[in-house]
């Protein structure tokens, strides 16, 4: 009785937890792998760096502040025995502001100014011969205001190197972001195909169980009619060695399981998930129905990374041809003076504005400025080292080209290489059942040999086995097809 209990708690111990495991559809499968894969997070990162870069770029249209202030002082000495000059001290300061305009015109405003106190006395004599000493003092300020501009004319022209970063860094980031969708979807198409291999094990353990258990039924009435003396131990022994035969299969098959689920513990635990196994004729169906057209190569991701590429490269080219060009700059500077004193001596005080009154004084200056280097080895090489690169990538594109074609061909071909064999397969089975069931009735009858019988469900097996590799290997390559085409 109590070993009947144990046996009885065991087994509705192992009915939970074969029961109490969840399915785990593809899509399921498929997202928790696109949150948890490194590569994939990595390849993210990759993206989030172009577009800082790409921010960056913009730093050369920065608006530059310059302030400045300091204290000054001087001695001056007259030319006058009867004038005396006291220590002068002052201060002064500037605020400039300078920026790049995506014209390539640099321009700059700001202003300055400077205050300064000066003092002394003066000595004169009166008709009664005394002495008279008169105290002076002035406090002058003078601002300025100050605009300025340069504009390239031959090398940067309408800033076409400050621009160039930025376009640059534009392509950068759609080549980054390419790159991380064909790299996401190579990724998961091996995963994925992980996922239907997994699936289809689960298939063939389904099939090998029922074979093996009509393996044991069979081998059962082998041995009632070995008992009966209606069949010789060469039968039994048969049969019981086809039994073995599909234990090792089956013991295979789990080891092959365990090895692949062991492969993705890292990122999802798939021993504690049951396959969906329905969900393999319904991708079969899919990639049954699904059209492999010729996709032309210049309409794949690929082609788009190998034509931003080489129009960076054409942007470089022209760049550094116009840095052979020398530097021709038109300039332009406006400086606006203000003056305000105010000078007492002794009791009266005088006060000027803007010199004595007059118009502001306005002080231009414009002009051409030239700078031509001689020799210029660097930027003449560097123009042929860019042509070296365009003709590279020229030839990367038609050996891409090529691969593509070739690849994408095997695969419409595969499709309906496996189409055949599955075609053969599924009449093989028809065959195989038939033939089965037909000797399975005349060894009920003692007509039949039981080697026939078990080499009959063998090749069942093993056709059935074969019926799920081309569903998976065709699965696997709409996978292929979609993965090579994006």
Known sequence: ?????????????????????????????????????????????????????????????????????????????????????????????????????????????????????????????????????????????????????????????????????????????????????????????????????????????????????????????????????????????????????????????????????????????????TPATEEIDDYYKEALGSELNVVPFDDTDNAKIIGISKSKIEDSLIVNKNKLLPDLNLFANVNIPFNYTSKKTGDETEYYYFYDNDAVNVNFKAGLTLTYPLGNLSARNTVKETENLLQKIRIEYQDTLSSYNSDLKLIIHFKDYVLRNMDIGIKSLESLTARYDYLFEQFKKGRADSKDITDAENSILSEKMSVVDYKINLISNMFDYFNIVR
């Open 1 to 273: 009785m109590f070993v009947k209990n144990v046996v009885f708690f065991f087994m509705i111990v192992s009915v939970f937890f074969i029961n109490g495991k969840e399915s785990i559809k593809f899509t399921q499968y498929i997202k928790v792998l696109e949150e948890k894969l490194p590569a994939i997070q990595k390849n993210k990162l990759d993206v989030i760096a172009d577009e800082i870069a790409l921010n960056k770029s913009y730093s050369a249209y920065d608006v530059a502040l310059s302030l400045s202030g300091y204290g000054s002082g001087s001695q001056s000495y007259s030319n006058s025995s009867n004038s005396k000059n006291y220590y002068s001290p002052g201060a002064g300061g500037d605020l400039t502001v300078k920026s790049v305009l995506p014209s390539g015109t640099e321009i700059s405003a700001g202003g300055s100014v400077n205050y300064k106190f000066t003092s002394g006395e003066t000595t004169s004599t009166t008709s009664t011969g005394a002495e008279n000493k008169t105290e002076w003092s002035t406090h002058s300020l003078e601002p300025v205001i100050s605009i300025g501009l340069s504009q390239p004319i031959l090398k940067n022209w309408l800033g076409l190197a400050d621009r160039y970063a930025i376009n640059t860094a534009k392509k950068d980031l759609a080549i980054s972001k390419i790159n991380y969708e064909i790299n996401k979807k190579t990724i998961l198409t091996g995963y994925s195909k992980r996922y239907f291999e997994w699936l289809g094990l689960h298939v063939k353990l389904e099939h090998v169980g029922k074979t093996i258990k009509n393996s044991e039924l069979y081998l059962s009435r082998i041995l009632q009619k070995n008992k009966m003396g209606l069949v010789d131990i060469d039968s039994v022994e048969a049969a019981r060695y086809s039994l073995y035969q599909n234990e090792k299969k089956r013991l295979t098959i789990l080891k092959t399981i365990a090895d692949l689920e062991n492969s993705l513990s890292d990122f999802i635990d798939m021993s504690q998930f």
